[in-house]
């Protein structure tokens, strides 16, 4: 399988708590990565979910990434700047 690396920002105390239940639950080196992409898998069917958009929701990753790809697509770069402007904040707001 071919990865990408991400660099990622978090506040000490999500690194902590991450950290923790990654060494309670036997985690080993590499173990990090997977949780997040777990976790962010999980967030973008949840969200494809809150869309209601049940023609591209059969559980599988793939086809619901290809299904954001394509509604992404007819964005404007302005757009999608603005989208992920939002996205941030929010998430700041709520960390």
Known sequence: MT????????????????????????GRKGDFSGFVEAAVRERLQRAMQELDDTATLDGDFW??????????SALTQE???KLVSDAVGSARKHA
């Open 3 to 26: 990865t990408v690396r991400w660099s990622l920002k978090v506040s000490p105390d999500t690194d902590a708590a991450v950290r923790s239940f990654l060494g309670q639950t036997g």
């Open 79 to 81: 757009q999608v700047e």
């Open 63 to 72: 086809n619901v990434a290809e299904a954001i790809r394509k509604r992404a």
